[in-house]
């Protein structure tokens, strides 16, 4: 943190008088705003139209999902975890199971393996083009939104193919897969990839020379790599402020040490960079895709485990890169078939810290475009 | 009855304006028109912007009350009048009843002085469009009092947001419109603020004035275009209304009918303030090539355009009446849009009639030009991100301003050239 001072807690009730002997505004945004995406609830404190602090309120979504946890067998709880970002229901999976089988010393079967990177990646590029759209129209673009939402819905027939459902998948079961790959997934996801280059193409010619866009964006929102490191921020908001950290190539999980990308950085850590580096991180995506979907291999897709899991006592901690930052499941065996304690890093959570610092200064505007940026997902945050 | 039919083509072929005529009956009925054309204007631009809008943004747009939504606007005004009409308990309730019809009385009133053709005006003042640029932006004085008087603070934040742009935008427009003044004046008349006059001016010179000293005259018709849709609060200058950061801006705790006077309003300004660039700058009623293309000849050609466009609707409706689902559930509406077919293809038949032809030329080309404009208006939201603050503030006062000033002297100097230089001679050469 550059100055400590600079993040003192907000004193709501007695309002400063500010130029002209005007006082201070004290607003409140949420938890029910156009633009807060979802439930999140704001406190501002405003000197007209400049942010002079502001609070966030969470908890409006809270479901309890760690608790619930304790109750549930490991293979129970796993369709639970898709419910708390569940714009990346996939990748949420992914993790848990990775965390479960860490803990039970198992690993996947390497066609299982692919399929998972395929279809995780698939969720990230989905997330991104949520992000987008919505980010996008909290600006005040709002043909994006309907651009973004189409080229999504094909992402989402290949989950509704693939399993079934199509936002909260449960796409993956602990130790492997619980479907082969349809007959033509191959051939599907192949045909996305080549749909959707030029779509993004399309977003980026509707956003990234576009004045205002560029007005709206750029500086707006700076944080410092420094800073990012210190209040927890991971992901594209990281690296966007030019930490080159992605847990794919860091602590690389599932296959993804097989496969050949580029983690995209910014130099800025403001808006814009942020808006380039997610953009080139969803063209990174198809390029993983297109290698996975070449190399599949013929195999297993379910490593033997136990029908009643029974993990030694002991504890894990398991982190993915999840399209908003790195996703940690903690987990504590007590021997028994149901964990003794889950608990959850989400990203969403951890980034939202970085609001109040983002934010000082700007105006109420800005404060819309950071949420917007930060890409959060309250049933993440809230859990 | 033949001399009530006389006193009725006393009226048609009258060289002056109602008001110019002093005929407070004949006023009365153009009045009656006017609104109830604005309304309908209203009403058609809430369907196509919806439509137009959607087809941008690759979906359908309403599709289900009537044959592609064509009936929703009369559903929704119905919506909007049944709607409980809440005055909420901290509100100041008299100014909260009063902001909207302040808004509204603005937005119809500058309607006084449009000239939809040389005699088709309200009436024609000296200083029409003094009078236009006045009225309208009394509209800001409605809005901040809705803000204000909703004791709320983001309608609070809205109302004092749309006071700045509107007062500040109006400086940019009002230097755009005095080149133009500047412009009338190389007529042989002389100068005019009146509407009408103006676009005789246009007429006499033998040029819309967009084209005139080019690019001085394009410079300024951006400025105004610009100016005018800060000017009417429309993306992307929506920051009054930003859905995104202030829920709805200065009309949040308004409801039913009371904000559906704030939407008739802002849709009736946009038509107001398109009018005032088509008649400054795209040569209002005047048909395109008015001096090149002359004869009676091209005459009926461009006389042909109002029933031609009305029958081009008319196929439209009846393309799309052959591509109606065949389902009997579809029945009604495609009956209904076939029936909306027929009603185009006879107003466009009508068209045709001589007397009819040669008297509505003048609206039409006013109205396809202003339509243009109503395009433009959906485009821009369509494609653009939003303004901050600062920066619309930074547009207007840095960029608008500075321009407008110039554009200002440079049209005064390039009008003024040959009385110059003849000065200049006599300096020089004593």
Redesign the interface.
């Given at each position: 943190m550059t100055d400590p001072n600079a993040l003192s807690p907000l004193d709501l009730e007695t309002p400063d008088k500010t130029f002209l002997d005007a006082n201070e505004?004290v607003?409140?945004m949420g938890p029910q705003?156009?633009?807060t995406h979802g439930v999140l609830r704001v406190i501002l404190r405003l000197d007209?139209?400049k942010v002079m602090g502001l609070e966030c309120v969470i908890g409006y979504l809270h479901r309890g999902v760690e608790k619930i946890a304790e109750n549930r067998t490991y293979t129970m709880f796993n369709p639970y975890v898709d419910r708390m970002d569940y714009v990346a229901a996939v990748s949420n999976g992914l993790g848990y199971c990775e965390a479960v089988e860490k803990l039970l010393n198992v690993e996947a079967p390497p066609r299982a393996q692919y399929i998972r990177v395929i279809l995780t990646e698939l969720n990230r590029i989905a997330s991104h083009q949520l992000w987008l759209g919505t980010h996008?129209?909290?600006?005040?673009?709002?043909?994006p939104?309907?651009?973004t939402f189409?080229d999504r819905e094909e992402i989402l027939k290949i989950f509704e193919k693939y399993c079934g459902a199509r936002l909260t998948t449960h796409a993956f079961r602990i130790g492997g897969l619980q479907y082969e790959a349809y007959d033509g997934f191959e051939k599907d996801v192949k045909n996305f990839v080549n749909f959707v280059k030029p779509k993004i193409d399309e977003y980026e010619e509707?956003?990234t020379t576009?004045r205002?866009?560029l007005?709206?964006t750029k500086g707006v929102g700076k944080i410092s790599g420094k800073d990012c490191i210190a209040l927890g921020v991971t992901g594209p908001v990281l690296r966007a402020s030019g930490v080159k950290w992605d847990l794919r190539k860091a602590q690389p999980y599932a296959n993804y040490k097989n496969f050949a990308f580029e983690i995209p950085t910014g130099e800025n850590g403001d808006t814009y960079d942020r808006y380039i580096v997610r953009m080139v991180e969803m063209r990174q995506s198809l390029r993983i895709i297109e290698q996975a979907v070449e190399g599949i291999p013929e195999g297993p897709i379910m490593a033997k485990v136990p029908k009643v899991m029974k993990p030694p006592v002991g504890e894990i901690y398991h982190s993915i890169e999840a399209p908003k930052g790195e996703l940690g499941y903690f987990i504590v065996s007590d021997g028994s078939t149901q964990p003794y304690r889950i608990r959850v890093r989400p990203p969403s959570f951890v980034n939202l810290q970085a609001l109040d610092l983002m934010c000082r200064g700007q105006?109420?505007?800005?404060v819309?475009a950071v949420i917007g940026t930060l890409d959060i997902v309250l049933g993440e945050v809230d859990r | 009855m033949h001399g009530f039919i006389q006193y009725i083509q006393s009226y048609l072929d009258s060289d002056k304006t109602p008001g110019g005529a002093g005929n407070i009956f004949w006023a009365t009925v153009y009045i009656l028109l006017v609104f109830a054309g604005l309304s309908v204007a209203v009403i058609a631009m809430n369907w196509l912007e919806r439509k137009i809008l959607a087809h941008m943004q690759v979906r359908l747009g309403p599709m289900r009350v009537g044959p592609h939504g064509l009936l929703q606007p009369i559903a929704d005004a119905i919506k909007l009048l049944l709607k409980e009409d809440i005055i909420p308990a901290e509100a100041d309730a008299l100014v909260f009843w009063v902001a909207p019809f302040i808004v509204v009385l603005a937005a119809f009133t500058v309607f006084v002085v449009v000239p939809f053709g040389p005699t088709h005006a309200i009436t024609d003042m000296n200083i029409g469009i003094l009078f236009m640029l006045g009225v309208s932006s009394l509209s800001v004085l409605g809005i901040v009092t809705a803000g204000w008087a909703s004791n709320s603070h983001y309608p609070l934040i809205g109302a004092l947001r749309s006071s700045a742009q509107m007062v500040s935008y109006e400086v940019a427009m009002g230097l755009a419109v005095v080149s133009v003044i500047l412009m009338t004046s190389l007529s042989s008349e002389g100068g005019t603020l009146s509407m009408i006059g103006i676009v005789q001016a246009q007429q006499a010179q033998g040029e819309w004035f967009i084209f005139k000293f080019f690019p001085l005259g394009l410079v300024g018709f951006f400025i105004f275009a610009i100016a005018m849709v800060a000017e009417t609060n429309r993306a992307p200058f929506d920051l009054p209304e930003a859905e995104s950061e202030l829920t709805a801006g200065f009309h949040t705790e308004y409801s039913g009918f009371r904000w559906s006077l704030f939407f008739l309003a802002e849709y009736s300004a946009m038509i107001a303030v398109s009018s005032i660039a088509v008649t400054l700058w795209l040569g209002g009623w005047l048909r395109p090539f008015p001096n090149a293309l002359t004869g009676p000849t091209w005459d009926l050609v461009f006389s042909l355009f109002p029933g031609i466009t009305f029958l081009f609707l008319a196929a439209i409706c009846f393309y799309n009446t052959a591509r109606m689902p065949k389902h009997p559930l579809f029945r009604v509406q495609t009956m209904g849009l076939a029936g909306f077919g027929v009603v185009l293809a006879l107003i466009g038949l009508i068209l045709f009639i001589h007397g009819v032809r040669v008297r509505v030329q003048d609206i039409y080309w006013f109205t396809a030009k202003v339509g243009a404009f109503m395009y433009l208006y959906i485009w821009y939201r369509g494609t653009f991100p939003r303004y901050r603050f600062d920066q619309l503030m930074k547009v207007g006062w840095k960029v608008l301003l500075p321009t407008g000033l110039v554009l200002l002297i440079l049209t005064a100097l390039v009008g003024m050239r040959t009385e110059l230089w003849a000065e200049l001679q006599g300096v020089w050469r004593p």
């Open positions: 505004l607003i409140n705003h156009p633009a007209g139209e996008a129209l909290d600006i005040g673009a709002i043909t939104l309907f651009y189409r509707l956003l576009n205002i866009w007005e709206r105006l109420v505007a800005d819309i | -």
